[in-house]
């Protein structure tokens, strides 16, 4: 009878698995399908934010949220966004506001939302420069820079994800430079 049991409750489980991984499959094709549907509702939420930027404070005392447990399936992307208008929304300080001091950070441009977007989007991860034309593009950014800061045309360069990993690279260059100088290559 143990046996029995074990096997069942053992079936029970991994059914109960399969129709979590089915209604999450169900939601994500779903989500896929009225993908247009809920960018633009993406973009609704977006102007609405951007609607509120004159009034909105660029800093605000936040009390501390109670943590939530995991719901046992996915929402879907139209119920995310509506949870975050209804929790977040109005809780957000206005960095991108024209009321914002605290950093220098780069603002976001009408320009740099819709690369963002689209780069989102493409969700491009090529492994050379001939797997995709992403790679062609970041080359004549890196060009366009190159021209505008007045570097010279020997030097290159390259995107990455952003400020964090930014430093992790400049520091691992200079590591490699001052091996070279020294006779020493610290990559090996």
């Known amino acids: ?8 409750t053992r ?8 129709r979590t991984n089915m209604n999450q499959n169900n939601v994500l094709f779903r989500d ?17 934010q951007l609607d509120k930027q004159q009034d909105l404070h660029p800093g605000i005392k936040v009390d501390e949220l109670p943590l939530e447990e995991l719901p046992g399936s996915g929402m879907g992307t139209e119920a995310v966004l ?10 957000i300080s206005n960095t991108a506001g ?18 963002d977007w689209l ?16 790679p062609q593009i970041e080359r004549q950014a890196i060009h366009f820079l190159k021209q505008l800061l007045n570097i ?15 430093n992790f690279v400049g520091m691992a260059t200079a590591r490699q430079w001052i091996g070279e100088q020294r006779g020493h290559n610290y990559s090996v």
Request: overall charge negative.
């Open 119 to 134: 780069v989102s989007t493409l969700d491009q991860n090529p492994f050379g420069s001939t797997d995709s034309i992403a």
């Open 11 to 18: 079936w029970m489980e991994t059914n109960a698995h399969n």
């Open 82 to 91: 509506k949870y975050f208008e209804d929790h977040f929304a109005d809780r």
């Open 152 to 166: 010279d045309e020997a030097y290159f360069g390259t995107f990455v994800t952003g400020a964090t990993m930014s």
């Open 98 to 115: 024209p009321r914002y001091f605290g950093f220098v950070v780069g603002g976001s441009t009408p320009a740099s939302v819709a690369g």
């Open 32 to 48: 896929k399908t009225i993908m247009k549907y809920l960018l633009g509702l993406t973009q609704q939420a977006a102007s609405r």
């Open 1 to 8: 009878m143990k046996f029995a049991d074990n096997q069942n």
